[in-house]
């Protein structure tokens, strides 16, 4: 690792605001994934500021009838709380599917959101990585890409978001609550707060410079099946190759959001009236526009097949 100073934060305005007056600096809390990326260096903030005693780890009831779960609740607390198995299974199972029981007794839930690709070409510094050094080109593209993304992709940029966590949370119309460095909050819909690579793929998510995640707000519950089906090369501590999250009501309505196959979660909502139609139409609308590799176009039967098993089980 690079020398760096460290400092810990007495409240997220102050967290924020000393993020956005310290060039390089970045939050930590569990450091499952800043801290690999600091040891490769490629990550090399000058500063890093510890949030964990901000008191953003509880999961609290809304007045709207949700729940508001704190930026710094692990993930095993999240996956175990009784009102998410209850009312937001696909969230619990999709946690569970993540990573490995020591990591979520360490990881958080916006650490979740902000880990950053497992493509092997940004970890790998002696290729060049539009993510790492913007400008310098992907070295994905014309490689390896059997685990690349095959939806929303550009010329810069052909990684998939990571997170199992993010796939539910997109399915379930999350919200992400922030803090600035003036004080002032906002919400962003999960629709909106992972970016698409375009010609910028280091621009992940919507957060501006300092902006620091407080929580994440689930809406009411609506009931309905919830599943979350992970298809990957081992059973454990594998990131995706394809992902479907799902909750379908009893008269076969519902939503579908997938993971594996782009820079962020995949949601279309125009295909999910497709649902009562089978696994068959509401991939076709899907995958619309998808962009394959010899390497990797296996994904578009895979999402199919699964989003067809994920249905059939929670239609018995």
């Known amino acids: 690792m690079k020398p760096f100073s460290y400092?810990?934060?007495?409240?997220?305005?102050?967290?924020?605001?000393?993020?956005a007056r310290t060039p390089g600096a970045k939050f930590i809390a569990g450091g499952t994934n800043l801290l690999d990326l600091m040891k490769l260096q490629i990550e090399t903030p000058g500063h890093l500021i510890d949030v964990n005693g901000l008191a953003l780890d509880k999961i609290e009831a809304t007045p709207a009838g949700g729940l508001r779960i704190g930026a710094l609740v692990r993930n095993t607390d999240m996956a175990a709380d009784r009102r998410v198995r209850r009312d937001y299974g696909v969230l619990s199972r999709a946690l569970l599917a993540g990573a490995s029981g020591q990591l979520r007794n360490k990881a958080t839930t916006?650490?979740?959101?902000?880990?950053?690709?497992?493509?092997?070409?940004?970890y790998d510094t002696n290729m060049p990585c539009n993510k790492r050094n913007p400008g310098a080109g992907c070295s994905a593209i014309g490689g390896a890409t059997r685990a690349q993304?095959?939806?929303?992709?550009?010329?810069a940029c052909i990684a998939t978001h990571p997170s199992d966590m993010a796939i539910a949370l997109?399915?379930?119309?999350?919200?992400?609550e922030t803090v600035a460095p003036d004080g002032a909050t906002r919400s962003i819909a999960m629709a909106d707060f992972h970016r698409l690579p375009g010609s910028t793929p280091h621009l992940e998510t919507a957060l501006a410079p300092g902006e620091l995640i407080t929580a994440v707000t689930l809406p009411r519950p609506i009931g309905g099946t919830h599943g979350y089906h992970k298809v990957r090369d081992r059973?454990?501590?594998?990131?995706?190759?394809v992902s479907v999250a799902t909750i379908v009501q009893p008269d076969g309505s519902g939503r579908v959001?997938?993971?594996g196959v782009a820079h962020r979660p995949w949601r279309v909502e125009a295909a999910e009236?497709?649902?009562p139609r089978g696994a068959k139409a509401v991939s076709e609308a899907l995958l619309a526009g998808a962009k394959t590799t010899p390497d990797n176009a296996f994904k578009l039967t895979l999402v199919e097949r699964t989003l067809g098993a994920a249905?059939?089980?929670?239609?018995?």
Request: hydrophobic letters at 50%; charged letters at 15%; a positive charge.
């Open 7 to 19: 400092e810990r934060a007495r409240t997220p305005k102050d967290a924020a605001a000393i993020a």
């Open 110 to 122: 916006a650490g979740n959101l902000l880990q950053r690709t497992r493509c092997p070409y940004f």
């Open 149 to 155: 993304a095959v939806l929303g992709t550009s010329d």
């Open 170 to 176: 997109g399915v379930l119309d999350a919200t992400v």
């Open 235 to 241: 059973a454990s501590y594998a990131f995706a190759l």
């Open 257 to 259: 959001a997938l993971g």
């Open 273 to 275: 009236s497709q649902m």
């Open 311 to 316: 249905l059939a089980q929670a239609r018995a």
